[in-house]
């Protein structure tokens, strides 16, 4: 393999620059030559190459966002569309391509997989909902963000004596959520993944305050409900003040914590190296403090799973 491409794709999250400065600085290392693909898939189709050099990624391991730029592109998912991006990598001869994204992302690889490029894909996402990896690039900033966030929400909170509800992303999976709850001493985490009823949460808020707590802090994640319809009903039942905080795409940016830059250098390098020994369609992870390999077909068919026993200690710990 003597040339190959990197692009990022889907959300953005912090420690994907690092991550393409790790594919870029290994693959030069290992005699490639590497092209940077500008916007994801729609850069592909509209064969936005720039040729990447060790100095086209100095600087950029301490940055959030994605010097590459992101998108999302209905285009590439066309026959036609697919067709010119192969004709497009093929006039540059490009023969393997690194996809740091989302399983949206994956699902564009794989198709490229079968039609003779190949790929290998690394987990990028805040929301961490990708299985076979304990962590997704971006999950460890955000939800360093989320927790940054809430001691500061958690001083206005004790003077007043307040409940509140701080909004985190997370619409289909409540991991930011959970580890964030868990991380700030959250009295409750509400989470797609477990039904509650507005009464237990009314009722927990109560026996904290009886039993002389100052404050009550609920992390909601966006898919268990909106913050404000919740902030309400406990007012309504209990009578209590309540604020919300919706921390919105805050959790997004800032710049990678030291784990995820670290994480993101090892995904990189391991792609290439994956690349370098003939293998396509898959995915770098990190389980348990290895990096593992999968199929990427296998990534799109298996849920990842909720971490139930951590969600119990939360709960626990919160009493
Ligand atoms: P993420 O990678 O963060 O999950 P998206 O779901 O938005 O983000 O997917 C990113 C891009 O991947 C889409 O805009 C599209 O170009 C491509 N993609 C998604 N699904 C498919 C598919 N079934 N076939 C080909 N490309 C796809």
Redo the contacts with the bound molecule.
């Keep these: 393999m003597k040339r190959i491409a990197v692009l990022t794709?889907?959300?953005d999250a912090p420690g994907m620059n690092a991550a393409i400065r790790a594919v870029v600085r290994s693959a030069i290392y290992n005699g490639m030559e590497v092209y940077g693909i500008r916007r994801?898939?729609?850069g592909l189709l509209s064969a936005d190459f720039v040729e990447m050099d060790l100095r086209t990624v100095g600087d950029i391991i301490h940055r959030g966002g994605t010097i590459l730029r992101t998108?999302?592109?209905?285009e590439?998912?066309t026959p036609e569309g697919m067709e010119k991006a192969l004709e497009n990598l093929k006039t540059l001869g490009i023969e393997g391509l690194v996809v740091i994204?989302?399983?949206?992302?994956?699902?564009?690889a794989i198709?490229l997989s079968k039609r003779g490029v190949a790929t290998i894909g690394i987990p990028a996402?805040i929301d961490n909902d990708i299985p076979f990896t304990d962590y997704s690039i971006g999950f460890d900033t955000a939800i360093n963000t989320v927790v940054e966030a809430v001691n500061k929400i958690r001083d206005t909170a004790t003077s007043h004596e307040r409940t509140f509800i701080i909004e985190v992303m997370g619409r289909e999976s409540g991991h930011i959520a959970l580890y964030s709850g868990l991380a700030c001493g959250a009295e409750t985490i509400l989470v797609p993944e477990i039904p509650y009823t507005i009464e237990d949460v009314c009722e927990k808020v109560v026996t904290g305050l009886k039993r002389g707590k100052l404050h009550t802090i609920i992390i909601l994640a966006e898919g268990a409900g909106n913050a404000f319809d919740v902030g309400k009903k406990i007012k309504d039942i209990t009578g209590f003040e309540t604020r919300v905080t919706v921390l919105g795409h805050l959790q997004r940016g800032g710049t990678p914590t030291a784990f995820d830059r670290i994480l993101a250098s090892q995904m990189g390098g391991k792609a290439v190296e994956l690349l370098k020994s003939g293998l396509s369609n898959k995915m770098v992870g990190w389980v348990r403090g290895e990096l593992v390999v999968t199929d990427l077909e296998k990534i799109l068919t298996t849920q990842k799973t909720f971490n139930k026993e951590l969600f119990e200690l939360a709960n626990i710990l919160s009493i």
């Design positions: 794709s889907g959300g994801g898939y729609a998108a999302r592109s209905e590439f998912k994204g989302g399983d949206g992302s994956f699902r564009g198709e996402t």
